[in-house]
């Protein structure tokens, strides 16, 4: 079964630092990946997702990420980031074809003005 | 659009008790997910439909859970009888089409304590 690990449960840094969150999974085949947020208060949204073409992904507040094939691992980054970017960041993982969606257990990322 | 709509969104219960987590999609979205968030396991799927047909349940836990989609719009989480351990919140979500690289829209979810 596919399995999906994100490190580093819990981020705290100040604004305007650089964040970035790692995700690896562990399946040898075509995947389909996805960065989830949910805001304080708020459902899951999705960020960004990567299922062909350039690795480099750009998602929505200037969120992007990379997959990188020969390591299993589609982390998530942001140059600067802002006291509204305080949430929880989720990585998914779809792989081999089917529907489910794997997710790792989160980050919970605290932005400190 | 009002976006996935789930209710309650808190549920307060007694063990053995039965308890109906309602679920309805976007309208035009034909595929339905559950999943289970909890601090131990993270977020887990327990069953999704497509087209109202339960497709894969292989994450449902135990026979106390069921769940059903009598119609494009709406569908249910049945746990009967509810215990402790099943205190979670729950997530319903839905997509456009059954297709790997589609984006999932989840709910508000539903946060469901057992006493």
């Known amino acids: 079964a596919q399995s999906v690990s994100q490190h580093n449960h819990h981020v705290i840094l100040s604004e305007a630092a650089s964040l970035e969150l790692g995700c690896n999974y562990s399946y040898g085949g075509t995947v389909n990946l996805f960065w989830y947020v949910q805001y304080p208060g708020q459902h899951l949204q999705l960020l960004l997702k990567?299922?062909?073409?350039?690795?480099l992904v750009k998602g929505i507040k200037g969120f992007e990420a990379e997959f990188i094939k020969s390591k299993f691992s589609f982390n998530l980054r942001k140059p600067s980031v802002q006291w509204s970017d305080t949430a929880e960041y989720f990585c998914a993982v779809n792989a081999g074809g089917n529907n489910r969606l794997a997710f790792g257990k989160g980050n919970q990322v605290v932005v400190i003005p | 659009d009002a976006g996935v709509i789930q209710s309650p969104r808190h549920e307060v219960t007694e063990m053995g008790q039965e308890v109906t987590l309602r679920c309805k999609p976007i309208s035009g979205h034909n595929s339905l997910f559950w999943y289970r968030q909890t601090m131990m396991r993270g977020l887990e799927l327990l069953i999704y439909?497509?087209?109202?047909?339960?497709?894969?349940d292989s994450g449902m836990p135990e026979d106390r859970f069921s769940a059903k989609m009598p119609n494009a719009s709406f569908s249910t989480l049945k746990i009967q009888p509810s215990e402790p351990r099943d205190s979670a919140v729950y997530f319903c979500a839905s997509s456009l089409r059954l297709a790997a690289y589609n984006e999932q829209f989840f709910g508000p979810g539903t946060r469901l304590t057992v006493l």
């Open positions: 990567y299922f062909s073409g350039d690795p």
């Open positions: 439909f497509n087209n109202n047909v339960p497709i894969d």
